[in-house]
């Protein structure tokens, strides 16, 4: 059941689609018709024509329009003519795919320029290619942030090496002898003074 409704959904767009793309032409229009005055040529070269389309041949009483082959075409012929119409405003429905060709069959008309070719294409030819896929996003990483000249870096990103890693036996010099005593002279005589206090203060006590 469900393939069927598919297959019933599927043709009635397509039939949709056809509807929407069928159009009426005023053959030479909007400036022009069928005619010895107007460029058929150049006008048929600037539209497109689908199956469903329709063609309207609007014309006096001294012209005429006759369908023919390809062979009536090129010479002018209107003697085997697949269709002819007299009423002044003939319309041809464009039902199947290929060219057509059209001719006013009155003497040196088709010569003077009532002609005309039409190419009928697939409307499915001209539906646009459907956009493509946009890709898939990319694994999300840190950006790369190159170094700013000028700016030191943190202090927690680097770590100084010891000495000895550099190769360089590097020792600190001694202070010289009397800077030494200079340095412990005041500490050992506040520790001489405080034994003789406390000294004096314990036989006090007794």
């Known amino acids: 059941m469900a393939p069927c409704k598919v297959a019933f959904s ?19 229009g ?9 460029d058929l040529q ?6 497109t024509f689908v199956p469903g389309d329709s063609l309207v041949f609007k014309y006096a009483p001294f012209h005429d329009v006759a ?4 062979a009536g075409y ?15 405003n003939s319309v ?10 059209f001719i006013c069959g009155i003497t040196g008309h088709c010569s003077g320029g009532m002609k005309l070719e039409v190419d ?19 694994t999300s990483q840190a950006p790369f942030a190159p170094p700013l000249l000028g700016i030191e870096p943190s202090p ?18 001694a202070a010289p002898p009397h800077q030494q005593s200079a340095a412990h002279g005041p500490g050992l005589r506040l520790f001489t003074a405080v034994s003789l206090v406390v000294a004096s203060l314990w036989a006090w006590a007794l």
Not at 120 to 138: D, E, F, R
């Open 74 to 88: 090129d010479s002018c012929s209107a003697s085997n003519a697949i269709q002819s119409y007299t009423d002044g």
């Open 92 to 101: 041809v429905k464009l039902s199947a795919l290929g060219k057509r060709f």
């Open 10 to 28: 599927m043709m009635t767009m397509a039939v949709l689609i056809q509807a929407a793309s069928c159009a009426t032409y005023n053959v030479g």
């Open 156 to 173: 927690t990103s680097f770590t100084e090496p010891p000495v000895g890693d550099l190769g360089l036996d590097l020792v600190a010099p």
């Open 120 to 138: 009928v294409v697939s409307a499915a030819a001209l539906t646009p290619p459907a956009a493509a896929a946009p890709p898939a996003p990319a």
């Open 30 to 38: 909007p400036n022009g018709g069928w005619d010895l005055s107007t």
């Open 42 to 47: 150049t006008w048929a070269s600037t539209q």
């Open 67 to 70: 369908e023919v082959t390809k």
